[in-house]
Structure formats: structure tokens, C-alpha cells
């Protein structure tokens, strides 16, 4: 038996990650008192880590930093790589409205959305209420105090934005991927059918 560090985090993260999504805590404060005394730690590993976990999953394409700052530029890096966020409203996608098309990762080149899965939001960032199947894997962001839903590449990893859900657009999935510019390239042709699930 083996039994990696990463492993065991990652273990203990998504178990945090689940009874935090199933149970509110106030509900769990007060109702399960010894489970809550008897496992302290697991809650702070699952804030302390829940950034590197996304990096340390195993997705087909794997680089090093050294490697993936080769292949992109600073801000790419900065964004895809290092969970950033571009500044509202200056994206090269923000109002970019075509009527066929896919955007793809930029740091991988894995379709992600169509171009109609994309709507006016006004937030500054390109929105989308859908995402290809499969080509979008959610984690729970717990950085600045807040509780989030990163988006993630779920080809390379790379970070994509959050997810925000019943915020009332009136879309098919009441979501908002709020995606970074800079972590999408555009062609015009749909290939999404043709590449791999
Ligand atoms: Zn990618």
C-alpha cells in the first residue's frame, strides 16, 4: 500500500468539500458537536490546501511551471497557472458576441464552450451559462475569506474562472461561468464534434 501526501490531503479535502456542500454549518455546529470535536483538523486542511489541490490533481496534460511559462505569456501564466484575475471589462472576449464558434483553453487548446452558451451578463468578464461536456471541472475556492467555485480546464488544469449559480439571468442553467479573457482563444469553425470528449 502507498500512500502519497498529496493523496491523503486530497482525501481529506474532498471530505471537507462534501459536508460543507451537503450540511450547512450552523446546522452541524449544533447538531453533531462530536464529530466536530473528534475531527478538528479536517476543515483547516481543507482551507490550508484548497488551492494546491487543484494543482496537484492529475489531468492529461501535465507541465511544469517552466514549461507552461514557455508556452504562454505573463499574463497567461499569470491567470491559467497562478488562479489570477484579469481587470473587469478589458477582456478581448468581455463583448465579443459571435454567433458560431468555440472558445478553447488557452493554455491547452481543449474546446470548452460554444459560442452560444455565452450571454450578456454585464460583469465584466466573459459569461457563459454552459460549458462542452466534460470540459469544465469545478473545485471548491477557499481563498480570500470566501467560499467559491473555481473552474478549471479540465484537460491541463488550467484556471478558467469561478461558477456563481441563481443569480436570476435568465439563461437555461441560471449559472455564470465568469471566465477570464486570457484563459480562451476563439476560432470561428465548431470543432468541438470532431476533438475528444
Ligand atoms: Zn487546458
Known sequence: MRFSFPTLIRTLY????????TTPRTFSALSRPTVLRSMPTIPFIGSL????STRNMSYPVQ??????????SKEQFR?????????PYVGKYDKHMPSSGVYTCAGC??????????FKSGCGWPAFFDALPGAVTRHTDRTFGMERTEIVCSNCGGH?????????????TD???????????????????????
Open 160 to 172: 478558467l474562472g469561478h461558477v456563481f449559480k441563481g443569480e436570476g439571468y435568465p439563461t437555461p
Open 109 to 118: 487548446d481543449a474546446p470548452l464552450y460554444r459560442a452560444n452558451h455565452k
Open 49 to 52: 490546501f484548497s488551492s494546491s
Open 63 to 72: 507541465k511544469s511551471d517552466d514549461e507552461w511559462q514557455a508556452i504562454l
Open 14 to 21: 474532498a471530505f471537507s468539500n462534501t459536508t460543507s456542500r
Open 175 to 197: 449559472e455564470r461561468h465568469c471566465v477570464n479573457s486570457v484563459s480562451l482563444n476563439f476560432g470561428p469553425e465548431d470543432k468541438a464534434g470532431e476533438s475528444k470528449a
Open 79 to 87: 491567470v491559467l497557472r497562478k488562479q489570477g484575475t484579469e481587470a
